[in-house]
Nanobody
Framework: QVQLVESGGGLVQAGGSLRLSCAAS????????MGWFRQAPGKERAFVAA????????TYEDSVKGRFSISRDTAKNTVYLQMNSLKPEDTAVYYC????????????????WGQGTQVTVSS
């Protein structure tokens, strides 16, 4: 059974920071691309950031570039999303995903999803 569990969400004021964690189990973590998506009420789930199994620099949605940073710790089977300079429009449920597809900005590239963690940014 493949499992992804997100944590680290919460309520923060605009300009603040949060670090989300995604702990993976049940598969070879190092062989999967990892991504973060978010979904606000009434909106479609949207890409935020991704990092490939081979490492390297992350891929980011334009609105979070320079503010968010994705990283992974293979030894801990964990991927992180450091979120700085948070804005009210960042408010959403954030989901971690794992997959082997090359199109890491697309939902169809991922086969496993976490349950999500709520991030609320107040103005």
């Amino acid at each position: 059974q493949v499992q992804l569990v997100e944590s680290g969400g919460g309520l923060v004021q605009a300009g603040g920071s949060l670090r989300l964690s995604c702990a993976a189990s049940g598969y070879m973590f190092s062989s999967y691309n990892m991504g973060w998506f978010r979904q606000a009420p009434g909106k479609e789930r949207a890409f935020v950031a991704a990092i490939r199994w081979s490492g390297g620099s992350g891929t980011y949605e334009d609105s979070v570039k320079g503010r968010f940073s994705i990283s992974r710790d293979t030894a801990k089977n964990t991927v992180y999303l450091q979120m700085n300079s948070l804005k009210p429009e960042d408010t959403a449920v954030y989901y971690c995903a794992a997959g082997i597809g090359g199109a890491v900005t697309r939902m169809y590239a991922y086969t496993s999803w976490g349950q999500g963690t709520q991030v609320t940014v107040s103005s």
